[in-house]
Nanobody, 123 residues
Framework: QVQLVESGGGSVQAGGSLTLSCEVSQYNDLDSLGWFRQAPGKEREGVVCIYTNGGSTLYANSVKDRFTISQDNAKRTLYLQMNSLKPEDTAMYYC?????????????????WGQGAQVTVSS
């Protein structure tokens, strides 16, 4: 069982930056990791993900050029650097991982989920 623990959420004004971290209990056999978010009254959506083998990434159009995903395998930690934040980025952000194939930006293919970290962007 893989455990994921997010940290680094908080409140920031529009245009500001935040970095989220996700500590992963084990990387073995993981196909990919990703960040997802869910705003009040909306469905959970994929933000960005990274394949553990090769490091290729997928970004949602809404965050491209503003958010950056990275991983430190030695520290077993996944990061999400968020710049130029907008009020519409306000959501609970979740770290997720999967062992099987399929798109790493799809909510339905992820096997493991963290508890979430709240990000609030004020205008």
């Amino acid at each position: 069982q893989v455990q994921l623990v997010e940290s680094g959420g908080g409140s920031v004004q529009a245009g500001g930056s935040l970095t989220l971290s996700c500590e992963v209990s084990q990387y073995n056999d993981l196909d990919s990791l990703g960040w997802f978010r869910q705003a009040p009254g909306k469905e959970r959506e994929g933000v960005v993900c990274i394949y553990t083998n090769g490091g290729s990434t997928l970004y949602a159009n809404s965050v491209k050029d503003r958010f950056t995903i990275s991983q430190d395998n030695a520290k077993r930690t996944l990061y999400l650097q968020m710049n130029s934040l907008k009020p519409e980025d306000t959501a609970m952000y979740y770290c997720a991982a999967k062992s099987r194939g399929g798109s790493c930006l799809s909510v339905t293919t992820m096997d493991y989920w963290g508890q979430g970290a709240q990000v609030t962007v004020s205008s």
